[in-house]
């Protein structure tokens, strides 16, 4: 009997441990996964070690939803500093380790996307022991685990950058995502929107997951924005510490002598740490179960104090003021406010701005403190603007001309050299050079154009040739290429970033930072014909066939001409390259002065040079 009794323990016993092995694992949400198994690498994160959603407790519902079997896409408009990619990483490790399925990541670039794979995905592997022993290191001449494709059991993980079309229609994939995607191509290639192309390929599953990430641009045309307008738009919310209200954190309502907020219904005011001891929750504008939307900013971040926030705003502010240009400021909405930039205004009216013309007490009035030219080469001439920079990024127009030559003659090219090496006077005598030139090398004479900078280069002359770019979100000193036939440095400049610069200078109404000037006379070449060129081209939201939508610069009318506000943008883009020290010209400039009053000199020649700024040239 006893014997018996020992064998059918044994028995249940073993029928205990295969029901053990082949039990399907206990139900664990994404934010559950993460905590249970998630180790945060040293090399990225503040605060290595073990996972505690707690830790930022917004971050839960936006992981969890994906697994409500109602929900088939999450969208995440946010700030930088809330964690954002912890989430991406957390969601790949989950359906890596406890769901394997077949995963996509778009990143916006190629290039991203093995900076995303190699420093961040890497090292989650390298430190989560659950996915160590099932993603081998990355190797090259392994077709299963490289850098941008990884197989695990029952499933695989491929990342790819938005701009490559063929990387984004391959096989079907059930896990879909999307990070960063702000900064996609409207186009990948010419197979249309990344991430429809990325969309279809989860087509064939039921059971689908689709996350879209991304700090937002511009209104209107962000795509993370119009996204989210289509989802249940939830917003995170804390109660008022006094009413007990829930409301989001809003940053009009932060107060910035004391860092501290506003309750919007009882007006009572209460630190961060009074705040953030309220237990939050997500608060949505709309129904809609399918499509969950999240919106998050700094002020939520465990990360970011609000002194500190506000800190970076005074800077992003004084920034824009002092380079006149809004640009600081809308990095400030999009990266720390998570909200979209309107931009303001779409033209300029020519003749608000001609009406400013003044009287120069002589060809550099006082504050100019460097010259720079922009030239733009056509059939017949060149057209050149010398322009001066002072304090601020504060201008004058000095003069524009048309050197009429015949551009097919090495004599030309001579007159344009001679030009360029003028010198203009200020009242007191002294006078500049311009310090730099930017020449459009995109006309009819191209190759010509090469090669008279070849020699410019080779006589030690700062003139450059350049090349324009269209596009949102390209900076005007873009990069430099040397793909051309004389192997000569070219500047790309993202031309519809220089606009945008322009036309806030020329909207400032007096004289500060960023303020344009211009001088009566029309011997100086400042004409109706020059303000309407300079005022020649407005911004509107174009729509693409795939159904983006981009802001693009278009003229007014086919019956103006451009060359002025095109010119004026390579002396702008001249300028930038310098990044002058303005306390030492103006001391150079003094100097010269006093020299010459000390010496009864008639003129002192006073050059500027080139300040490097971190490029090669």
């Known amino acids: 009997m006893r014997k018996k009794l020992k064998a059918e323990y044994k028995t249940i016993r073993l029928f205990k441990k295969i029901a053990e092995i082949i039990a399907p694992p206990p139900a664990l949400k994404i934010s559950q996964w993460a905590d249970k198994y998630r180790r945060l690498s040293p090399e990225a994160s503040a605060e290595p070690g073990n996972w505690n959603t707690d830790r930022a407790p917004y971050q839960r519902e936006m992981m969890n939803a994906l697994n409500d079997n109602e929900c088939v896409e999450v969208v995440i408009m946010s700030s930088a500093q809330v964690g954002k990619t912890e989430i991406i990483l957390n969601i790949l ?3 890596v380790d406890y769901d394997p399925s077949s995963i996509l990541v778009v990143q916006p670039t190629v290039e991203m996307a093995q900076t995303f794979s190699k420093d961040r995905l890497a090292p989650m592997i390298r430190d989560t022991p659950v996915l160590k022993g099932k993603i081998k290191e990355a ?6 685990n490289t850098i941008l494709h990884k197989k695990f059991p029952g499933g695989q993980i491929t990342i790819v950058g938005a701009n490559s079309a063929a990387g984004l229609a391959s096989r079907p994939i059930r ?5 960063e995607v ?28 689709i996350i879209k990430v991304s700090t937002p641009t511009i209104k209107n045309i962000s795509a993370i924005e119009a ?16 009413c007990g209200k829930y409301q989001p954190l809003e940053w009009d309502r932060i107060k910035f002598d004391n860092a501290d907020m506003e309750c919007k219904y009882c007006r009572e005011r209460f630190s961060e740490i009074e705040w953030k001891d309220g237990k939050g929750k997500f608060i949505a504008e709309k129904e809609n179960k399918k499509v969950r939307g999240f919106h998050l900013n700094e002020l939520a971040s465990p990360w970011k104090h609000w002194e500190d926030i506000i800190d970076d705003f005074k800077k992003a502010y004084e920034t824009a003021k002092n380079l006149a240009s809004p640009e600081p400021l809308k990095t400030f909405y999009n990266t720390s406010l998570g909200v979209t930039w309107e931009e303001k205004g779409e033209s300029i009216n020519e003749n608000s701005i001609s009406q400013r013309c003044e009287e120069y007490e002589a060809q550099l009035p006082k504050g100019v403190l460097v010259l720079t030219a922009g030239i733009d080469v056509q059939k017949d001439r060149f057209e050149i603007e010398i322009v001066g920079w002072g304090r601020g990024y504060e201008s004058w127009g000095i003069k524009y001309d048309k050197l009429y030559c015949d551009m097919t003659k090495q004599d030309a090219w001579y007159t344009l050299e001679e030009y360029l090496r003028r010198e203009y006077f200020f009242a007191d005598g002294g006078g500049l050079l311009v310090a730099c030139a930017f020449i459009d090398t995109g006309g009819m004479y191209t190759t010509d154009t090469y090669k008279f900078l070849k020699e410019m280069n080779r006589k030690q002359r700062n003139i450059f040739g350049i090349k324009g770019m269209r596009g949102m979100g390209i900076p005007l000193l873009y990069k430099i290429s040397a793909n051309n036939s004389e192997k000569v440095k070219i500047f790309i400049l993202g031309v519809s970033s220089g606009k945008e610069t322009i036309m806030s ?10 303020y344009c000037h211009f001088p009566k006379g029309i011997d100086k070449g400042y004409d109706d014909e020059y303000f309407k060129g300079l005022t020649s081209e407005r911004r509107i939201i ?3 066939r795939n159904g983006a939508k981009e802001l693009i610069w278009v003229k007014k009318s086919n019956s103006v001409r451009n060359e002025p506000l095109d010119i004026r943008n390579y002396a702008t883009a001249a300028v930038e390259l310098l990044r002058p020290n303005w306390d030492f010209l103006e001391k150079k400039i003094s100097e010269g002065i006093n020299y010459m009053k000390k010496n009864k000199s008639s003129t002192v020649k006073r050059k500027t040079g080139v300040i490097k700024r971190g490029i090669e040239i």
């Open 93 to 95: 490790g989950y359906f």
């Open 139 to 144: 190797k090259s001449k392994s077709g299963d």
């Open 175 to 179: 896990i879909l995502l999307c990070d």
């Open 182 to 209: 702000d900064r996609y191509p409207a186009s990948a290639g010419s197979e249309g929107s990344p991430v429809k192309l990325a969309e279809k390929r989860t087509t064939t599953f039921w059971n689908r997951k």
């Open 227 to 242: 996204e989210y307008e289509k989802s249940s738009m939830e917003e995170w919310c804390l109660p008022c510490p006094c």
């Open 505 to 514: 200078r020329l909207r400032i109404k007096e004289p500060s930072a960023g």
């Open 542 to 544: 174009s729509s693409k």
